[in-house]
């Protein structure tokens, strides 16, 4: 046997053994059972130059569409086919336990990284969310696009909940003389994505989130249970809980984020810095094998067997008929809104229709970190754009995807520039990366 050949048998059988033993809860998760393997990705042949310095990393995720592509690439061996034999996905039981995780590392029985709300590293990165303590991390590649929604709950029937709310604006913020309270909103995480889509939709309408409404952190199953009883008006979240939300008849639809800002970012991989400049060569055989995921899940026809795999209880533990319209594009608004049905207006993974998905822009890390200088977050460290723009350069990680691209053959979809050009949303507003000045200057609800 040829060294070759004998290398490409190890590989592919390791994949057996890495699917069977690792597709695993931990951190405090009970451990849970492992999903059959199908069709394995072909072992790659790798060269002394290419083999990873380790086949070990310990990558967490929450269970929704975000982080299919992590699943995909550990469960189809796209991670195994270029030597990383040994991933561990770890469902989060929580933003903040991620985060706490990743602070501890695996040495300290957490996790390497994986996947992140935004700007989620770099405030890691600054000390900003973990109490002073800088835990450096590098932001390596886009999860996807989309894949997200603002839910209402059904009492909110019939008053004008869109995309545009500017009609229910004094209804939302006549609630103190009316329900005895203020509207009540939510989303997973302080701070980040989420947060960030139900804001800019509140302010797009001339609501201000901060001081016409109560928002809140909550969990997405005590969220859904407020909406049902009463006590909850909105839910800003990802797949599969805004179509769960419609199906279960607890709520429906204003609009989905694609609608919001077409093809806009989502999550992303992110690893601690201290990980990735030990292993170099295994973080681009990560990215390697991400992106073939990634190229994978955008296939409509592994959309079911997709579908079949992350539905199962060991990740998202959800019925597969909940998770199948999402990843079909189709989305029952409900209050008397036209129904989408578009695949491009679901969750993407490696290209949409203005380009690669899964390339972090540097300008949308930029967006992200503006969105919180727009709300006043952290603004004892995010003081100004130079201090911004330096954050963004020693977190965002641009050149190893591109290098990891390359090596792997994907440059017919390599962008040409670190920066996606002037964003557009709903309402109009525009976001230059060359002037993010004149973006805060245009907004008219803000903490700045």
């Known amino acids: ?17 890495a699917s069977s033993l690792l597709l695993k809860g931990c951190l405090g998760n009970p451990p849970s059972a492992t999903v059959a393997v199908t069709q394995v990705a072909a072992a790659a042949p790798l060269s002394a130059a290419d083999t990873p310095e380790t086949p070990k990393v310990k990558l967490g995720y929450i269970p929704i569409v975000e982080s299919a592509a992590i699943i995909i690439a550990q469960t189809k061996g796209f991670f195994a086919k270029y030597g990383m034999t040994e991933v561990e996905v770890a469902k989060q039981a929580n933003w903040a336990s991620a ?5 501890i590392g695996s040495a300290g029985g957490g996790i390497d990284g994986g996947q992140w709300q935004m700007p989620m590293p770099h405030l890691i990165s600054e000390g900003i969310l973990t109490n002073g303590r800088k835990v450096p991390m590098y932001v390596l590649a886009q999860l996807n696009t989309q894949g997200n929604g603002i839910a209402i709950a059904n009492t909110h029937a019939g008053k004008g909940f869109g995309l545009d709310i500017s009609s229910a604006a004094d209804y939302i913020k006549g609630f103190p003389s009316t329900q005895g309270r203020k509207f009540k909103a939510a989303h997973t995480f302080p701070n980040v994505n989420q947060d960030f889509w139900i804001r800019y939709w509140f302010a797009a309408g001339g609501v201000d989130p901060d001081t016409d409404i109560d928002l809140l952190a909550v969990p997405p199953a005590e969220t859904v249970q407020g909406m049902r009883n009463g006590t909850m008006d909105a839910f800003s979240t990802g797949d599969p809980w805004p ?3 419609v199906a279960d008849d607890v709520g429906f639809m204003a609009g989905l984020t694609h609608e919001m800002w077409a093809f ?6 992110a690893l601690r810095a201290d990980w990735v400049d030990a292993n170099p060569k295994a973080t681009k055989a990560l990215l390697k094998g991400l992106m073939e995921a990634q190229q994978w899940c955008d296939n409509p026809d592994n959309r079911a067997e997709l579908v079949q795999i992350t539905s199962g209880r060991n990740y998202f533990n959800i019925p597969p008929e909940i998770l199948t319209p999402p990843y079909k594009g189709q989305y029952t608004m409900g209050d008397g809104k036209a129904d989408v049905n578009d695949i491009n207006a679901g969750p993407l993974y490696w290209k949409d229709p203005k380009g690669n998905v899964s390339y972090p822009y540097k300008s949308h890390d930029l967006w992200f970190l503006t ?3 727009r709300w006043g977050f952290h603004k004892d460290q995010l003081t100004d754009f130079d201090t911004v723009r330096r954050i963004v350069d020693s977190v965002n990680r641009e050149d190893l995807w591109r290098e990891a691209a390359t090596e792997a053959g994907f440059t017919a979809d390599i962008p040409a520039d670190t920066s996606r050009g002037v964003e557009t949303f709903f309402d109009g507003i525009k976001f230059d990366p060359a002037n993010p000045e004149a973006y805060l200057n245009s907004l008219q609800i803000k903490r700045v």
């Open 371 to 373: 969105e919180s200088m």
């Open 1 to 17: 046997m040829s060294d070759y050949s004998r290398r490409k048998f190890l590989v592919t059988a390791g994949v057996s053994a």
């Open 99 to 103: 985060r706490d995780n990743v602070t």
């Open 243 to 245: 179509y769960r939300i």
């Open 264 to 269: 806009h970012p989502e999550e992303y991989l």
